[in-house]
């Protein structure tokens, strides 16, 4: 027995003082240049293959995906931060791309083996060491799901039909302003938002507002994969230069929006909203900050009046979640929305919506 441990001993030692030189004396070759060695690639596959279907979501678990307005969002997104390596459907990719080990495959092959739970899982997760990153916050699963439903879209998908999809709207005035062009490109040119119910119109929120937001996004005080993608690169002139830009100014008068479709609920909504219900003691009177005011409080508590639907459900199921920060008055949030149920949610994003902007 001794004999034994003596010689796995020396053994390890050895293997030990190989691996040293190995490392010590760069004999490892980390080149691109050359594939793994015959047999690592299929278990690599393999163990990526069951480490996806083991991380996956149920079947069951995969939300609608067939809203064009979650599709639209995904593309957009998909444009900014997926297309340089993936390119676009039915587009080459560059040959600095294609010289990657493991190359990242054109994004109609990229999709073809795998369900939309398992996209999911690739989207959020990344793949490591391979160059396919992780969704920038592992906190919010709701924003990776609209590029998951783009990407159940493009094995029908031409190129001509994608470009369409995310092109910016024409903002004449802005010149050839790249940054300004891929905010756009999801909020309008107006900052309208281009009728996307998941995308929230800047054209309401004011300027203070807007920068800080945008600095909130980039600290991860506020969490989203796909705002914090698209502030990564500003600063804080940047900020500044961008809310002046799209936020709504003084004297403007905001467009209306769509008119309501349920009554009752916008009803229900609305005494919530401004303390009236009997029901609402735990609610505070959103109107207070949010209006509809006789006379507003301060730039620094967002519209919500005219903001769609869909956008406002989810921020209160985040702020009640407390899954959402902000600016440093985020914390008004998280009290104010502790006590809702999802029908106040439901009401209280039914009437706002329904609201003119103020
Ligand atoms: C820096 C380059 C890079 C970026 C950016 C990137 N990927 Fe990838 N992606 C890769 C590479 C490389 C692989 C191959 C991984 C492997 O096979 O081990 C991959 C794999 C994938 C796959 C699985 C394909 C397969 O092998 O079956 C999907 C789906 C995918 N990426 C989607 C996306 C989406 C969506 C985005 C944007 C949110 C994105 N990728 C951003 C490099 C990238
Ligand atoms: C790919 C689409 C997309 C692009 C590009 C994009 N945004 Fe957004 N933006 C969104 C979505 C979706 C949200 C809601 C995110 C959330 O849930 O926090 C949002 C939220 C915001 C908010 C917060 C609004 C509020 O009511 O609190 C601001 C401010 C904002 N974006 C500004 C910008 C600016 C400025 C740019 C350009 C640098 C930009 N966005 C680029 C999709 C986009
Ligand atoms: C004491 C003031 C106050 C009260 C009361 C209040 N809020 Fe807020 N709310 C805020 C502030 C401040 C913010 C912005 C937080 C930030 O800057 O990050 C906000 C943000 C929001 C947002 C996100 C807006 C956007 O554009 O993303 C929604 C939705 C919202 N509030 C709904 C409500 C509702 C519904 C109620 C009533 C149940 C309510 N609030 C009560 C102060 C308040």
């Known amino acids: 027995m001794r004999r034994f ?25 980390v080149s691109a240049r050359k594939g793994h060695l015959p047999g690592v690639s299929w278990v690599l596959h393999t163990a990526f293959r069951n480490a996806v279907e083991l991380r996956a979501p149920s079947a069951e678990a995969v939300p ?16 900014g931060a997926c297309r340089v390596c ?49 969704w920038p916050t592992d906190r919010r699963d709701d924003d990776v799901w609209p590029v998951v439903a ?7 998908m031409t190129l001509a039909q994608y470009e369409d999809l995310v092109a910016a709207p024409e903002r004449t005035e802005q010149g050839d302003d790249t940054t300004v062009a891929y905010c756009a490109s999801c909020h309008g040119a107006d900052g309208r938002g281009r009728d996307n ?4 119109r800047l054209d309401l929120l004011s300027e203070a507002y807007i920068a800080a937001t945008l ?3 980039r600290s991860g005080a506020r969490e989203s994969g796909i705002m914090r993608h698209a502030a990564s690169t500003l600063d804080d002139t940047d900020d500044a230069r961008l809310a002046r830009l799209f936020a709504r100014q003084d004297g403007e008068t905001a467009p209306q929006p769509a008119p309501a479709v349920d009554a009752d609920l916008v009803a229900r909504g609305r005494s919530l909203a401004t303390g ?16 509809p005011w006789p006379q507003r409080l301060s730039a620094d508590f967002p519209r919500l009046s005219g903001q769609p639907e869909p956008y406002l459900r989810r921020q209160l199921e985040l702020w009640r979640a407390e899954e959402r920060g902000g600016t440093a008055r985020a914390p008004l949030m998280h009290e104010a929305a502790r006590a809702l149920e999802d029908a106040d949610i439901r009401a209280l994003a039914a ?3 329904a609201q003119p902007p103020e």
């Open 86 to 134: 993936h390119a676009a459907p039915g587009e080459a990719r560059t040959a600095t791309v294609r010289a990657m080990l493991p190359a990242p495959p054109p994004i109609r092959e990229a999709v073809a083996d795998w369900e939309p739970q398992h996209l999911f899982a690739i989207v959020k997760h990344g793949v490591k060491m391979s160059g396919m990153p992780a």
């Open 276 to 291: 009236a219900s009997p029901a609402s003691t735990k609610v505070p009177a959103c109107a207070a900050c949010h209006g």
């Open 351 to 353: 009437f706002y919506a």
């Open 150 to 156: 783009f990407l159940t879209r493009v094995p029908d």
């Open 5 to 29: 441990l003596l010689h796995t001993a020396i053994l390890a030692g050895i293997a030990g003082v190989c691996g040293a030189l190995v490392v010590g004396f760069g004999l490892f070759d």
């Open 215 to 217: 600095a909130a996004y």
């Open 197 to 200: 119910a998941h995308i929230p």
């Open 64 to 79: 609608d995906l067939s809203d064009p307005d979650l599709v639209a969002l995904g593309a957009r997104h998909y444009d």
